[in-house]
């Protein structure tokens, strides 16, 4: 399908309200194939599933993975101004340097994952405002950086990671947490790359005093990405949306990545049903907006790296699951007895 | 190194007193290279753990991954006879006949995780005594499985994933567990291949009655695995100590690997130093297993299968470890700024 064109907030807003659903025809045939295989009913666990939700949300079975893609997205943001963060900004478009570069964790992730890898720079010499003083975007930049996610997304695709880069994005993403799900700036913000202390409390602050300022203006989760976000968060969000029109079933990243797909779900109840995630971060704000989102993720390896490392870890799973679900015998093929033969 | 030869028990005693120790100087050469690999320090969580840990029982840096293999070793349990388990005995034997056909989950995830696939019948038609009565091994059936597994590792591998098949299995694993940590065979017991209800609470019935009964003829690990293990679980130990002896690091499986692995721990409190778990499996022995070793499993997927199904999804961990570790830049070779630049 060709995706249509999306000029105004609103337009985005009218993409929300009609998602396609999960294909139950995919779906009941994984259904109707995953028993038959020679193992013990549920003895592949979170496989099982993952299986399962690869089918329902490419709208075929047996599912593919062919073509796995992982997309960074990196932005530069405003509220460092505010000192929130163990990193100059200039190191956002020196890690964008060493992923073209390919020294980065991701390449390396990507190289034994078979995934391919793109990484999309959005402006970093053209931070987003402060959001502590004003909205982080204007309409028109942020429906800008929403298409580049959005046109990122091509139906070839099997599977997509989606992943960022930006120095001061947790920040962002605690605070857009605290927008959809309320709480302190303290319980949704963490080390990021490295802060801790004096410096801390600083953060949360900052994330209390932004959410409060803007909280009139932010009638609904876009909103609260517009204001509180950043380009990357936005580029995710659109790609995560596109992805979800193209039949391509998505793997979430950390705290920010997942931030970036929490408006989907507030705007939407079942926005998100075509994505899993990848793992859990070790920033403490990732495991609470998890469990407010309802989403198990597969790896819990301590990690906070951010471009998309967590969820190109889980690719392996995903495709360990793709291939017992498409390559295992049945019990038939194999003459192995069943439970009650 | 060559091996010794192993003719007795106490033959095996002697090597588990003399196992070697970590190679320091390979260990301090990746910790000197991590914190130089352009990332915020510690945020690749395990992963940086587990480069660690594969140069370290190696004994060389950079560590290798060149050559992963999996053992799956596979035995029949004279307990069976007591109705523990939801399948049939024969199963053993067609199992491995699936995995010699390459239609079992283990074929397929060795497939796409690049490792070679090794499987040992272990005289499927002549199964161990009913512990429940008698020893399940005598001392040179023990000696003569724990040889296979002891023959079975090769210096040139650079990783070894230790699992099994084996219906009655689990009861020979939770009896393990219970001669060892002691606690009731309800405990320790779970559903295996699916048994619940009057079957599982018998199932405990035999554990409790099995240990109890050799209790006095078990004064170390070695003869708590002679006497309740099985021929798989007597070569998976062989191979776990083989593998310490020459330098290649182990990824145990589930609750019957790890309950193979057990008893080396009970001998030498260091004996699985080279081992990590892959995954900690639904079979809920198995947590609390892991937890009496020190032993934090890298994945949770629900997953109760055997075959090495889990330790081999983890490979992929352990690949992305390797990966980032050897193939990312450091902060000087890619002009990044660090965090106090």
Redesign the interface.
């Known amino acids: 399908m060709s995706l249509p064109e999306l000029e105004t907030v609103n337009d985005i807003r009218n993409v929300l309200e009609r998602l396609p659903g999960p294909d139950m025809d995919a779906r009941a045939a994984a259904d109707e194939r995953e028993p038959q ?11 099982e599933e993952i299986s399962n939700w690869l089918a329902t949300w490419q709208g075929v079975h047996p599912p593919k993975l062919d073509s796995v893609a992982v997309h960074v997205f990196a932005g530069n943001h405003g509220v460092t101004d505010q000192g929130v963060s ?3 900004p ?2 956002t478009v ?2 964008v ?2 992923f073209e ?5 991701i ?3 990507c ?3 078979g995934a391919d890898l793109k990484v999309f720079p959005l402006k970093l010499d053209e931070p987003t405002a402060d959001f502590s003083q004003e909205p982080a975007m204007s309409e028109p930049i942020f429906v800008e950086e929403f298409n580049v996610g959005w046109n990122s997304v091509q139906p070839h695709m099997d599977l997509l990671c989606i992943g960022e880069m930006g120095i001061g994005n947790t920040t962002a993403a605690a605070a857009i947490a605290r927008g959809l799900f309320g709480g302190t700036g303290a319980e949704w913000a963490g080390p990021g ?2 802060v801790s202390g004096p410096v801390l409390d600083h953060k949360a602050t900052i994330i209390d005093q932004s959410v409060d300022k803007h909280r009139n203006a932010m009638p609904d989760g876009l909103e609260v990405l517009r204001h509180v976000g950043g380009r990357e968060l936005a580029a995710m969000a659109g790609a995560i949306v596109a992805a979800r029109l193209q039949n391509v079933p998505v793997i979430l990243d950390g705290y920010v990545a997942t931030a970036a797909a929490a408006p989907i779900a507030a705007c939407t109840s079942n926005g998100l049903a075509h994505c899993i995630s990848g793992h859990v971060s ?1 920033e403490p704000g990732h495991r609470r907006l998890l469990k407010k989102l309802g989403l198990t993720p ?8 951010g471009e998309a ?1 967590g969820a ?2 889980a690719i ?2 995903v ?2 699951a793709h ?2 679900h ?4 049945t019990f038939a ?5 069943d ?1 009650d ?1």
């Open positions: 295989l020679t193992k013990p009913a549920g003895s592949l666990g979170r496989l163990a990193f100059p200039e190191v020196q890690m340097g060493n570069a390919g020294g980065a964790a390449n390396q992730l190289r034994v994952q790359t490295g070790k597969l790896l819990d390896l301590d990690m906070r790296l490392s190109a870890v392996g799973i495709r360990a291939a017992c498409t390559g295992m015998a093929e194999a003459g192995v007895s439970k033969d």
